[in-house]
């Protein structure tokens, strides 16, 4: 006895190739044909041995390298460029290693980040100027300028020292909305400058020398907040 | 061809290398032929590329792999009747099968044997993974027959394999 399905439809059934309601149909026709459930396991076994022996054979380089050269200008223009890219990279990596200004913001954006640990915030907490101006008397060889700007926004939170460049300077943290924003000062005898900005790690800095110190803000808020900041701390 | 379209053949078409290597080494049953007809095949479909409108990139290209293996076996025998020496045994002998003793041998030995029309659709199905619909577009037969081809190709590979069963 032969069932004539073992011809078409098991194949089909095998290949996942019948719709859902034809595999199901099938499947209760598979309950009672023992020659399509054998024919089945032979397909299976069949595939799996196809599957062991490893029988696909891939292009071998030669015929790659036949193939691309149409490709080869613009792979040799795309591996040039990467290079180009690497050596530009290499070189900004190298420059701005020796820009000063930056070496500066990730000092000063490092400290920032190490004063936001609970604890190191301030040394002296107090929104009251006359409170923290006499705290650095002793503790400094300068007098930085310690002002409360809560009329502007900025409500004075308190300071702290910090050491930057080797040598030990104020940094005074004042709130803006949710924001904290670090000053660091230091005595800097060089004339006065423009301010200067830039991000690194999605902290703003602000930098600008005043009065014989240099002062750079450091902060997650925005841009034009430490720029207002700058314009109260100059006046 | 603008760059556009060249970038376009690069992303759909040559990842499909593999493949069309595959097909053309087991139609062909030459490594050294089978990257000619693979290389002439790609340049075809380069050429043609502009008759290509989206779909099953890899289809379209085996196709024409498939047409350019054809046209050459078709030259061979028409030069040389059909070559027993340059092409192998039409079956394999039990012998050859007995000596083949690995897993690996005695299938591919089984499926050299097979006559081109049964091999190109297991080697589509089992080692390429093609579905009856890709087998009937790369194939030019319709699927019912793709079906029937497969099942006849399958019972001949599974007839070679017991042979050197029994042996």
Redesign the interface.
């Known amino acids: 006895m032969s069932c004539n399905r073992t011809e078409t439809l098991l194949h089909a059934y095998f290949d996942n190739e019948l719709d859902p309601g034809g595999a199901a149909e099938f499947e209760r026709h598979l309950e009672q044909c023992p020659e399509c459930v054998d024919a089945l396991d032979a397909l299976h076994r069949l595939r799996s041995s196809i599957g062991a022996a490893q029988l696909y054979q891939k292009a071998p380089g030669s015929l790659r390298r036949k193939v691309l050269p149409a490709r080869t200008p613009w792979r040799w223009l795309a591996a040039a460029a990467a290079l180009l890219l690497c050596v530009y990279t290499g070189w900004q990596i190298a420059s701005s290693h020796r820009d000063d200004q930056t070496v500066l913001a990730e000092e000063l954006v490092d400290a920032h980040l190490r004063s936001l640990q609970p604890g190191h915030l301030t040394d002296v907490v107090s929104s009251d100027q006359h409170t923290v101006k006499p705290w650095f008397a002793g503790k400094l060889d300068f007098s930085p300028p310690v002002r409360d700007f809560a009329a502007d926004g900025f409500p004075l939170q308190g300071g702290r020292l910090e050491v930057v460049r080797g040598r030990a300077s104020a940094a005074l943290v004042y709130g803006r909305r949710k924001h904290l924003v670090s000053v660091f000062i230091w005595p800097m005898a060089a004339k006065d400058t423009d301010p200067r900005s830039g991000s690194l790690q999605g902290y703003q800095w602000v930098e600008w020398r005043h009065a014989g110190m240099e002062f750079c803000t450091v902060s997650d808020a925005s841009r034009s907040e430490l720029e207002t900041l700058q314009a109260l701390l100059a006046k | 061809m603008d760059p556009q379209e060249?970038a376009r053949f690069?992303r759909l078409v040559?990842p499909h290398?593999?493949a069309?290597?595959?097909l053309a080494?087991?139609l062909l049953r030459s490594?050294v032929d089978?990257?000619d007809a693979?290389?002439e095949a790609?340049l075809r479909a380069?050429r043609f590329f502009s008759g290509f409108h989206g779909g099953d990139a890899r289809a379209w290209l085996l196709q024409i792999v498939r047409n350019t293996c054809y046209g050459r076996l078709d030259r061979v025998k028409n030069m040389t009747e059909f070559d027993e020496e340059l092409h192998g045994p039409s079956s394999p002998t039990p012998e050859a099968l007995a000596i083949a003793g690995d897993?690996?041998e005695?299938?591919?030995l089984a499926?050299r044997s097979l006559p081109p029309r049964y091999r190109e659709v297991?080697v589509l199905?089992?080692?390429e993974g093609c579905?009856?619909k890709e087998i009937a577009t790369i194939t030019s037969i319709p699927i019912g027959t793709v079906?029937?081809t497969?099942?006849?190709a399958?019972?001949q590979?599974?007839m070679s394999?017991s042979e050197k069963a029994s042996t």
Do not use: H, P, T, V
């Open positions: 060249k690069e040559i290398l593999d069309a290597f595959n080494r087991w490594g089978a990257e693979a290389q790609m380069y897993n690996r005695r299938l591919a499926l297991i199905r089992e080692l579905s009856y079906m029937s497969l099942s006849r399958r019972a590979l599974q394999l």
